[in-house]
């Protein structure tokens, strides 16, 4: 440590939200070089290192070849499949010295299929996987959080070829079963959920998340086994409900009552029922936004909700991908003067009404369930607006938030809600790549049939970080083993010479019987700092050369237990193998 | 091999000018994205990590530490140094989402010196080496030859700080030696040769050559061990000579006379000398460019230098860098109408002449030098134009091309000149970017002392390409041991089960013995073709396990020798352990 490139921080950095981001600078992994763009320190590298080991390991076992591919990448393919403009803002594009487009790979679907069409050409050359372990980029908007989400990171991504749809299945569960392994062996506590395939497309798609409660993906799960993405979570839908009898609707004066609170006060008050109080789930809230198109354009979308859920931003943005979803200002209210703000009702909502807006609802709001809503007349609402009576919808949409102690779509109990982030994804792509991009091969028979494709990634260098957030306390970092930039942390605690000279004789005898040290021996650094860089660095196991030494002993602390035991110094090697 | 990612190819592709990357495709260890970028495939790939790890063991030998800087940077450090714009259309530039300016990492000196700014304030923290293996963008104005110049490419860059000369001297040195042990061990016939430090400014620079045929870069060597870089050679002046008792310069008609070689013929013809024949070296040619600078202005240079010597493209690039040249014409010519095409003469040219345009002379064009040049007028020269005496220049430069049986700078012999590939490059850089960026550190006495710097790069991928332009034979490469992707190809001949059952056990057997295999296993594929690709991937040794078999005898082939012997499988593994 005296030569380490290092140098421990006291202070938490300004702009760290989260334990890992504290941690990973405090203690000398990493540091920033541009927003949501990191340089590895020394030990930083080391630890990325360890995991891009485990990945190659486990991906080796499974068959999978690794290449590499250029970040730098032609603007073609993916203009072919349509993600040159899909992709939007999160694309960083470049143009080279001649003027020809470019862009720094995100993901690398277009380069393996031509790459695979460029080289095979039978079902005898299937099944394929390839994988690589590459820096790629997304130009987030909000890049966060230190490494857990940059605009520069490693991963690892893979691909799988099949001819059919069973190889697909079977290249998926390869790729699950060795994504179990990994995460296993990262030490993460994990949970591997139902998935929506976003800009991706394709079918079939779960993820793996570090449960961690600064995760940024909710997710949820029932005592019955469901899990899922809360963007994947569909809602239970009710039945449908006779509105032959039903009352009919009718207008009534609410004035001042622009919030669904206002409104069912004013409900409670003016017009109380008689079996039981009114409440928000009476309510139908209409809810504008606009959505920005990756080409640019923008059209408003109305949304049909019951008033006591809320939109959830993430499952809105799930079902309007790519489009982006913006705010609905007071400019754009202007441009539709039928919408009376705080008294929307769907009755000018849909692409055949007044306004011309699309409109989609909640699936709850079924033909014949009972709303109240805007009468778009200011200071008035509409009770008793019966759905498909009344009023129709251009179709559903699954943006309202889920709820602890909603059903699991699946009938397997109350659903509760946590934190994870995404440290995996396994799809299954299908032919759409292949398609845009023409991968054939022959089958058996001599005819064409398209190549049917998987997509699997790994957040290599995120994981370092959610190792963190899984593996911290007050002091500092706890490494699981394989993740370690050393196996031993050996302080030297004390300025005695024959302790020094002690310590750094165990510190070769360790390396030389294969355990990778770490020896603190700064002088002029006091024990007490010493200790609590050790903390802070998280090695899993430390050493302490100090007083005992005189006896032959050192002590051994491990680092997450705290832990303490003397040993003997002829049998440190081995208690430590 | 029946599973392996690779297709080998008959033909060379339509784009390959030399034999590594006419091989490097054909055998599968590349494949090209897009200009100047490449895919590397499983066998390339292991190629590659396997330099990877040979640099990486040399670094960490002298005590480097290895670190990992983004490669998407920020501008402003590099505004700082004033590389933003010098390195002109050579830099990736790209926008992010909010406007910000950023480059592809060509080399990272700003960002190391910005990270050591960062963490360390005392002379007790140096030295320091730092370190990295990484993908680095440059936008060539020509990528060629596959991998040996790309546009994307992994490079080794290390940066050494220090307090003094002294300590950068010593950490040049060690950097010397440790390429030397690179270079070695990486099996390339290579030269250190003196070089100009171009763009990175500083002083003392080696670049490290591998000798090949195809290489872009010229070198020069003498009997006595001078060894530079053609743009690093300096010419050797002659004396002055007196000129009191010259003759006065006389114009002369020299009709038709537009070239040096018409030229001469008119002198020998018209004005034939006592004492020998006129040669082209009497004569004093001008030649004009026009030079543009980063910053897109652009400003003519007039180069004068004897009539036998072309100007050397490379050499005067080196000279006006971060200026590049560009050829002066027609429209320029009009621009200057003193300038007579043919017939331009030193008394128009220089800052104070009629012109204005800069005026560099060779260095040979010494004071009292007699020269026949033209007159300024067309169809005229002037004889015993006399230096100093008629006229002056701005300057020096050393922009004639250097020839063979040149003497050496240094006394030492005529030179050679050979061709080479710039495989390494050490530059003592001093004090230019730590005064930039204002990289200080508190020396003894507590006073603040800006630390001196040395740079250094290792061409990684280039050296996949160098080591196969150094290691080939008509039928494919000739890997060497440390970077073969396997150590042993294990060709199945015969279709006899029995064959393939000994093949697999023997390639288990070598697989246990920590003995890497490329068994080719392919079915319906014919020994010969099996040879032939055998031959074209070059794994230096190949074990044939065909009718032998039978006997307990497989063949063991040396790919570089074309020796052949029989082994019995019982001593396989020892003979090739």
Redesign the interface.
């Known amino acids: 440590m005296s ?5 421990t921080l006291r202070d938490d950095p300004a702009d760290a939200e989260v334990p890992s981001h504290r941690l990973l600078v405090r203690a ?1 992994y990493v ?1 920033r ?2 927003p949501g ?6 030990l930083g ?1 080391r630890v ?1 290192r360890n995991v891009e080991k485990i990945v190659r390991e486990e991906m080796d076992a499974i ?1 999978a ?10 603007r073609e393919p993916y203009e072919a499949t349509g993600r040159w403009t899909e992709y939007g ?2 694309l ?3 143009k ?2 001649k003027g020809g487009d ?1 862009l ?1 790979g995100p993901t690398h679907e277009e ?1 393996f299929t031509l ?1 695979v069409k ?3 050409a039978s079902y005898k050359d299937l099944p ?1 996987n ?1 994988y690589q372990i590459q ?1 790629k ?1 997304r ?1 987030e ?1 909000r890049p966060r959080a230190g490494i857990l989400r940059g ?2 990171f490693v991963m690892k991504d893979s691909y799988s070829f099949d001819v059919d749809d069973a190889g697909l299945e079977a290249a998926y569960e390869l790729h699950r079963q060795a994504y179990i392994k990994i995460f296993t062996r990262l030490g993460l506590d994990y949970v591997i959920v139902k998935a929506t395939s976003g800009a991706m497309g394709g079918s079939a798609s779960e993820e793996f998340l570090a449960i961690a409660e600064n995760g940024e993906d909710t997710f949820v799960r029932s005592p019955g086994g469901y899990a899922a993405n809360v963007e994947a979570v569909s809602t239970v839908v009710p039945e449908a409900i006779p509105y032959e009898d039903a009352p009919a609707a009718h207008a009534e004066q609410t004035p001042d009552t622009p919030t669904i609170a206002t409104l069912v006060d004013h409900l409670n008050e003016a017009f109380p029922r008689d079996d039981r109080a009114w409440t928000a789930a009476d309510t139908l809230k209409n809810v504008l936004v606009m959505l920005r198109n990756p080409d640019g354009t923008r059209e408003p979308l109305a949304i049909g909700l019951p008033g006591d859920r809320d939109v959830d931003e993430k499952r809105l943005a799930a079902q309007v991908e790519p489009a982006e979803v913006e705010p609905f200002e007071a400019k754009d209210f202007a441009a539709y003067p039928d919408l009376k703000k705080g008294y929307i009702g769907p009755r000018v909502l849909g692409l055949e009404n007044a306004t011309g807006i699309r409109y989609l609802t909640d699936p709850r709001v079924v033909a014949g369930s009972r709303w109240v809503t805007g009468a778009d007349v200011d200071g008035s609402h509409v009770i008793d607006l019966t759905a498909e009576r009344d009023f129709v919808c251009d179709g559903r949409i699954e943006a309202a938030e889920v709820r602890a102690g909603d059903p699991a779509p699946d009938g397997s109990g109350p659903l509760e809600l946590a934190r994870g982030i995404e440290m995996g994804h396994i799809f299954q792509l299908g032919r759409k790549y292949a398609e845009a991009l023409d991968l054939k091969v022959l089958d058996e028979n001599g005819k064409l049939v398209t190549v049917t494709m998987g997509s699997y990634g790994v957040g290599v260098s995120r994981a370092v970080a959610a190792v963190v957030e899984n593996a911290h306390d007050e002091l500092g970092i706890i490494w699981p083993k394989e993740l370690s930039p050393f196996d031993v942390h050996l302080v030297i605690a004390g300025k005695d010479d024959a302790i020094k000279a002690a310590a750094e004789q165990l510190a070769q005898e360790l390396d030389d019987a294969g355990i990778s040290v770490l020896l603190d021996d700064r002088p002029k650094v006091s024990p007490g700092v010493k200790f609590k860089d050790a903390e802070l660095i998280g090695v899993p196991t430390i050493v302490v050369a100090g007083r005992g030494i005189a006896d032959g002993v050192v002590e051994v602390k491990n680092r997450a237990t705290g832990d303490k035991q003397d040993v003997p110094l002829a049998d440190l090697v081995e208690h430590l193998a």
């Open positions: 030569r380490l490139f290092l140098r000398g540091r070089a541009a763009i990191y340089s590895w320190l020394p590298w990325l068959g070849q690794e290449v590499h591919f250029p970040a730098i990448l032609p803002d999160n960083f594009r470049l080279d010295r470019y720094l380069m790459l460029d080289l095979y394929l390839l820096t980029y130009d908007q605009r520069e």
